[in-house]
């Protein structure tokens, strides 16, 4: 996952730019480069692969300065090769950059139109080559900087630097994260305090508009209008070698991951500037297929249940689902029409690992979605969908749950437009709800002070209900079966129906009640039965539609999920749940990244 370096001193700054990378390599990356001015001149040295083949390049052809800036590249937009790697460099600026600019196809579409040639296939250079336009226009670097950021949508940290100006460093940031730090004889950028926590105890952090000119040793902080403001500077956590980035667990580390994660996978599926589907790089025949037969365990069986419903809505693929320890043992009426999928993040559950044998021992194709492209399950699938979650270690599973559903969307839409089932408009509308994804789930990551709270009001309870309906039944499942695991709460998750067929007896002021209640059509069915919860007396928590009158009439507890589209409720309602069960187990003390009984990989039946 990338990140970004800038540094401004008086000696040469590229080896301490390379030492910073290298702090910033356990993020995972494909690429690495770095760009220094010196004499009015910008230098620039990025390479595909590790850091150290960086060093090795700037040993045989260095490069110095008082002011560079630096970049690890997870490839997101384009493939992960030299020339896309960062900085991007169009003559008289050279910037890095993380997250994704959404609106770049439209920006590089009108650049193109009047003559601009690009060079990569990333986002980033649009930001190069429309500041580079600015100043060729006789702009200054800050105003150029600012009227290109306002032009662009989307999530973002950049640091540029410019020809001609030996000494300046300008950035800013929206959504993705940016840091300073006035270290000793140097001035720090950072998308990462823990990269640099070498080299002083405390950094500021940008907030989302902010502007920072570093010039010589001089630093400025601007708003958007360009008015001086000032920022706190913050302690932090020297850098430790235990792979926590700072976090308390792995697991918190992993939720904050998502958005990352997700727009790796999602681009490897989706073509963001063609909106295109990718997967016709596979040589795989779909063209018979009539329907699947999906099988997994826990949370993996959970997103082949949402991944039902996708096939069957918008494929119009019958799909027959079951918990790999049923399917090895069930007549599953195979046939030669049918696609066998199995899910799995290990791909070495014994259980899938079985079920996948007893479809090949019938003659069926097989198609695995995976995070470990090494496994088992990987080795013997016919055609094998990587999510790119990167290493999951937390036993409670949360990026590859979410990583597997961008996956699985992918399939979707790929088969849906296959079997003709959805027209380019549908398409292109679909596509559109996956590539606003990470960028909807950095928004949702900041109710964590807001379930931090309802954690600390639910903690002691010994019981709890999640409750949903279509798009949100998996999900209050898999959220009764997160606050199981690592809380050891005793939770159901039912479908909201449900509710008056039995679990309402279990109603009481001391039962937290987690409706999943979403601005779909469903909305007005689950309020109803939110009220039979109220005239009970349950404890009401209330994540998708909240409205002020239910937050005062009904004195719930709300998280404002503003997302409708069939592809990204499940998605994005899914973080404040792993927000809810992390807390909760956090306050209870439990050993959340490996709770007790369980393992990360169950490889026996
Ligand atoms: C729950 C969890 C488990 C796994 C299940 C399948 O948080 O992680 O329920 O989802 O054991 O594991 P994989 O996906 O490795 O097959």
């Given at each position: 996952?990338?990140?970004?370096?800038?540094?401004?001193?008086?000696?040469?700054?590229?080896?301490?730019?390379?030492?910073?990378?290298?702090?910033?390599?356990y993020?995972?990356?494909?690429?690495?480069?770095?760009?220094?001015?010196?004499d009015?001149?910008?230098?620039?040295?990025?390479?595909?692969?590790?850091?150290?083949?960086?060093?090795?390049?700037?040993?045989?052809?260095?490069?110095?300065?008082?002011?560079?800036?630096?970049?690890?590249?997870?490839?997101?937009?384009?493939?992960?090769?030299?020339?896309?790697?960062?900085?991007?460099?169009?003559?008289?600026?050279?910037?890095?950059?993380?997250?994704?600019?959404?609106?770049?196809h439209d920006?590089?579409a009108?650049?193109?139109?009047?003559?601009?040639?690009?060079?990569?296939?990333?986002?980033?250079?649009?930001?190069?080559?429309?500041?580079?336009?600015?100043?060729?226009?006789?702009?200054?670097?800050?105003?150029?900087?600012?009227?290109?950021?306002?032009?662009?949508?989307?999530?973002?940290?950049?640091?540029?630097?410019?020809?001609?100006?030996?000494?300046?460093?300008?950035?800013?940031?929206?959504?993705s994260?940016?840091?300073?730090?006035?270290?000793?004889?140097?001035?720090?950028?950072?998308?990462?305090?823990?990269?640099?926590s070498?080299?002083?105890?405390?950094?500021?952090?940008?907030?989302?508009?902010?502007?920072?000119?570093?010039?010589?040793?001089?630093?400025?902080?601007?708003?958007?209008s360009?008015?001086?403001?000032?920022?706190?500077?913050?302690?932090?956590?020297?850098?430790?070698?235990?792979?926590?980035?700072?976090?308390?667990?792995?697991?918190?580390?992993?939720?904050?991951?998502?958005?990352?994660?997700?727009?790796?996978?999602?681009?490897?599926?989706?073509?963001?500037?063609?909106?295109?589907?990718?997967?016709?790089?596979?040589?795989?025949?779909?063209?018979?297929?009539?329907?699947?037969?999906?099988?997994?365990?826990?949370?993996?069986y959970f997103?082949?249940?949402?991944?039902?419903?996708?096939?069957?809505?918008?494929?119009?693929?019958?799909?027959?689902?079951?918990?790999?320890?049923?399917?090895?043992?069930?007549?599953?009426?195979?046939?030669?029409?049918?696609?066998?999928?199995?899910?799995?993040?290990?791909?070495?559950?014994?259980?899938?690992?079985?079920?996948?044998?007893?479809?090949?021992?019938?003659?069926?194709?097989?198609v695995?979605?995976?995070?470990?492209?090494?496994?088992?399950?990987?080795?013997?699938?016919?055609?094998v969908?990587?999510?790119?979650?990167?290493?999951?270690?937390?036993?409670?599973?949360?990026?590859?749950?979410?990583?597997?559903?961008?996956?699985?969307?992918?399939?979707?839409?790929?088969?849906?437009?296959?079997?003709?089932?959805?027209?380019?408009?549908?398409?292109?509308?679909?596509?559109?709800?996956?590539?606003?994804?990470?960028?909807?789930?950095?928004?949702?990551?900041?109710?964590?002070n807001?379930?931090?709270?309802?954690?600390?009001?639910?903690?002691?309870?010994?019981?709890?209900?999640?409750?949903?309906?279509?798009?949100?039944?998996?999900?209050?499942?898999?959220?009764?079966?997160?606050?199981?695991?690592?809380?050891?709460?005793?939770?159901?998750?039912?479908a909201?129906?449900?509710?008056?067929?039995?679990?309402?007896?279990?109603v009481?002021?001391?039962?937290?009640?987690?409706?999943?209640a979403?601005?779909?059509?469903?909305?007005v069915?689950?309020?109803?039965?939110?009220?039979?919860?109220?005239?009970?007396?349950?404890?009401?928590?209330?994540?998708?539609?909240?409205?002020n009158?239910?937050?005062?009439?009904?004195?719930?507890?709300?998280?404002n999920?503003?997302?409708?589209?069939?592809?990204n409720?499940?998605?994005?309602?899914?973080?404040?749940l792993?927000?809810?069960?992390?807390?909760?187990?956090?306050?209870?003390?439990?050993?959340?990244?490996?709770?007790?009984?369980?393992?990360?990989?169950?490889?026996?039946?």
């Open positions: 996952m990338c990140g970004i370096v800038g540094i401004s001193a008086k000696k040469n700054v590229s080896s301490d730019i390379v030492q910073c990378l290298n702090h910033l390599s993020r995972g990356y494909d690429s690495a480069g770095l760009s220094i001015t010196k009015n001149e910008i230098f620039e040295r990025k390479i595909q692969g590790k850091v150290t083949n960086l060093e090795n390049f700037l040993n045989n052809d260095p490069i110095s300065g008082n002011c560079g800036i630096g970049h690890t590249r997870w490839a997101t937009h384009g493939e992960p090769n030299t020339i896309n790697a960062h900085p991007h460099t169009i003559s008289n600026v050279s910037v890095v950059h993380n997250g994704i600019i959404e609106n770049y920006l590089k009108i650049l193109e139109k009047s003559g601009v040639n690009f060079i990569s296939d990333t986002d980033t250079e649009i930001i190069s080559q429309l500041i580079n336009i600015e100043l060729i226009n006789g702009k200054k670097p800050l105003e150029a900087f600012k009227n290109t950021i306002t032009k662009l949508e989307g999530a973002y940290a950049i640091v540029a630097i410019f020809r001609g100006y030996d000494d300046l460093m300008i950035g800013t940031k929206l959504g994260p940016l840091l300073y730090m006035k270290a000793k004889n140097m001035i720090i950028l950072s998308s990462d305090a823990y990269s640099i070498d080299y002083g105890s405390s950094v500021t952090y940008l907030e989302d508009g902010d502007i920072i000119v570093t010039e010589k040793s001089k630093i400025s902080l601007h708003d958007y360009l008015n001086t403001i000032q920022r706190p500077s913050k302690k932090i956590k020297k850098r430790d070698k235990d792979g926590l980035n700072g976090h308390d667990h792995f697991m918190i580390k992993e939720i904050k991951e998502q958005p990352d994660v997700l727009s790796h996978a999602l681009s490897y599926y989706l073509n963001f500037s063609k909106y295109k589907i990718n997967l016709d790089k596979y040589n795989f025949d779909f063209t018979k297929i009539n329907r699947i037969i999906i099988s997994a365990c826990g949370t993996a997103a082949g249940m949402v991944a039902k419903s996708w096939f069957e809505d918008i494929a119009n693929i019958k799909v027959d689902l079951d918990i790999a320890s049923e399917f090895r043992y069930k007549k599953m009426f195979f046939d030669n029409k049918t696609l066998s999928l199995f899910i799995s993040q290990s791909g070495e559950t014994a259980d899938t690992l079985a079920a996948l044998r007893h479809a090949k021992e019938n003659d069926q194709k097989i695995s979605v995976v995070n470990t492209v090494e496994s088992s399950i990987a080795k013997e699938s016919d055609l969908l990587p999510i790119f979650a990167g290493q999951e270690i937390g036993v409670a599973s949360t990026k590859a749950f979410t990583c597997q559903l961008a996956t699985l969307a992918s399939l979707v839409l790929f088969l849906a437009k296959k079997k003709r089932h959805i027209n380019a408009s549908q398409e292109k509308a679909l596509i559109e709800e996956l590539v606003h994804i990470p960028s909807q789930v950095l928004d949702v990551l900041k109710y964590e807001d379930i931090k709270k309802i954690a600390k009001d639910i903690h002691k309870s010994s019981s709890a209900i999640f409750m949903g309906r279509g798009a949100t039944l998996p999900l209050a499942l898999e959220g009764a079966l997160k606050l199981k695991e690592i809380s050891y709460i005793h939770a159901e998750g039912i909201s129906g449900e509710l008056k067929h039995g679990a309402i007896a279990l009481d002021k001391k039962l937290p009640v987690i409706v999943l979403p601005d779909d059509i469903f909305y069915k689950n309020l109803s039965n939110m009220n039979e919860v109220y005239s009970r007396g349950g404890k009401i928590i209330l994540v998708g539609k909240v409205q009158n239910q937050l005062k009439d009904l004195k719930l507890t709300g998280i999920i503003e997302v409708n589209g069939k592809l409720i499940p998605i994005i309602m899914s973080i404040p792993q927000l809810l069960a992390y807390h909760v187990a956090k306050l209870r003390g439990t050993d959340i990244d490996q709770p007790r009984n369980l393992a990360k990989a169950v490889t026996v039946e």
